[in-house]
C-alpha cells in the first residue's frame, strides 16, 4: 500500500498543494514552523480522518479561508487504486471512496493503514492508561474487522450502565443484566487482545534489538481485567457482584476492559520506571513499527509516518534507523535537515510551499 497523489485545499498553512510520492522513504525537511507535520497530519488524516494534533477539526481549515479544507488522494494497492477524498467544514466531513460517499469510519480504515511516530509517543507509558488503551484500541481495528464494533457495543452497554448507577435508586437487577453483557463483549475483546499482544512480543525484541543496536530482553506485558480463557464468565461475574457495593458509591463501573493496562518490560525492569529517555523513545518506536510485520499481504502492509523521529538520535542511530526503514513499502519523515542517502526522496518544504527534490542516487 502507498500514496500515490495527495492534492491539499486550504489545509493548514496550504491553501493548494499537489505532491506525488514515492515507494519507500520520502523526507519532508526545512526549518521549524514551515509546515512539515502538516503535510503528516494531512497524510495521517486519510486514515481515520482523526489529527494527531487536534479534536477540533475546523482548525484544520487554512485561517483565510475559513469555509472548507479539502484533501484528495489517490492509494495503490497493488494492481488496485483507490480515489480518497475528505471534505471538512464546520458542517462536519464528508468522506467518499472512488467517488461513493460513506458513513462508516471502518470502511475507510479498511482502505488506508496508516502507523505513525510523533516526538510525544516517547511518554505512551508515562501517560495514563487512557491513552495507551486507545492506541492499542486503533492497532487492534487495523488488525480485526470485528474489533471495533466490539468495542464500540461494549461502550454503549457500559453507557447505559453507568446512567443507571447515577440514579437515585438503581435498579439492581438490571445492573445485573447490564453487567452480563458487558462480560459476553469484555470476553470477545480480551481474546483479541491476548492474540495482538502475543504476536507483538514475537517481533518486539528483534525490532528493538536492530534500531538500538542493544541485544536488550523487551516484552509488552498485558494486564487483563480477568485472565482465563476457559473461566473467564464466572470470574468475571464474580468481580462484578463484588464490585456493586463500589459502582453504586462512585456512580460508574469501577472494573472491566474499559480500565485495563499495559506495560513494556526492558531487562526485565519496567520502563515506565527505570527506562531512559532514549530507551522508551526506541521502545515505542519499535512497537509503533511491530505491526507492519503482522500484516503478510503486501498490498495491505501500512504507511509509516516518523514526525521529529531523528532529531534526538545521534549520527550511528540515524543511520541505523534509515537503513531498518528501507524494507518498509512507504515511510514518510519530518526533519529539519536534507537526507542524503540512497533511494531516499527528498521535499524541501519552504514558504508554505513544497518542492520535490527527486531520489538521491548516492556517489
Do not use: C, W
Not at 519532508?28 to 486519510?46: D, P, Q, R
Not at 483507490?82 to 464546520?90: A, F, L, P
Not at 438503581?170 to 445492573?175: A, E, S
Amino acid at each position: 500500500m502507498i500514496i500515490e497523489k495527495i492534492k491539499l485545499t486550504n489545509f493548514r498553512n496550504y491553501k493548494t498543494l499537489s505532491l506525488s510520492f514515492e515507494k519507500g522513504i520520502n523526507v519532508f525537511y526545512g526549518n521549524n514552523g514551515s509546515g512539515k507535520t502538516n503535510l503528516a497530519e494531512a497524510i495521517y488524516f486519510i486514515s481515520l480522518t482523526k489529527s494527531f494534533r487536534t479534536s477540533n477539526e475546523l482548525e484544520l481549515i487554512n485561517n483565510e479561508s475559513n469555509d472548507f479544507a479539502l484533501i484528495n488522494s489517490s492509494i495503490e494497492k497493488g494492481r488496485n487504486f483507490k480515489k480518497i477524498d475528505i471534505y471538512i467544514s464546520k458542517d462536519g466531513k464528508k468522506i467518499s471512496i472512488d467517488n461513493k460517499n460513506i458513513n462508516r469510519i471502518s470502511l475507510l480504515s479498511q482502505e488506508v493503514n496508516i502507523i505513525y511516530f510523533l516526538p510525544r509517543d516517547v511518554n505512551l507509558f508515562k501517560e495514563s492508561p487512557r491513552v495507551r488503551r486507545n492506541f492499542f484500541n486503533i492497532a487492534l481495528s487495523k488488525q480485526f474487522s470485528e474489533y471495533l464494533k466490539l468495542l464500540n457495543d461494549y461502550e454503549k452497554v457500559l453507557k447505559m450502565r453507568n446512567e443507571i448507577l447515577k440514579e437515585e435508586n438503581p435498579n439492581i437487577t438490571l445492573l445485573d443484566v447490564y453487567a452480563e453483557q458487558l462480560i459476553a463483549y469484555s470476553f470477545k475483546i480480551y481474546k483479541y487482545r491476548k492474540e495482538y499482544f502475543n504476536k507483538i512480543n514475537i517481533f518486539l525484541p528483534e525490532i528493538y534489538q536492530k534500531i538500538s543496536l542493544k541485544k536488550s530482553l523487551i516484552k509488552l506485558v498485558y494486564l487483563p481485567f480477568v485472565d482465563d480463557l476457559s473461566n473467564y464468565k464466572d470470574i468475571a461475574l464474580n468481580k462484578y457482584k463484588n464490585a456493586l457495593e463500589s459502582d453504586l458509591k462512585m456512580k460508574r463501573t469501577t472494573i472491566g476492559i474499559h480500565l485495563e493496562d499495559f506495560y513494556i518490560l526492558l531487562d526485565n525492569k519496567n520502563i515506565t520506571l527505570y527506562g531512559s529517555q532514549g530507551e522508551n523513545r526506541m521502545a515505542v518506536l519499535s512497537l509503533k513499527l511491530v505491526p507492519y510485520f503482522l500484516i503478510n499481504e503486501k498490498e495491505n502492509k501500512p504507511i509509516v509516518i516518523l514526525d521529529d523521529v531523528l532529531s534526538e538520535l545521534d549520527e550511528n542511530n540515524k543511520l541505523n534507523l534509515l537503513n531498518f526503514l528501507k524494507v518498509f513499502e512507504q515511510v514518510f519523515i519530518t526533519t529539519t535537515n536534507k537526507i542524503t542517502m540512497e533511494n531516499i526522496t527528498n521535499f524541501l518544504v519552504l514558504n508554505n510551499n513544497v518542492s520535490k527534490e527527486g531520489s538521491y542516487e548516492g556517489r
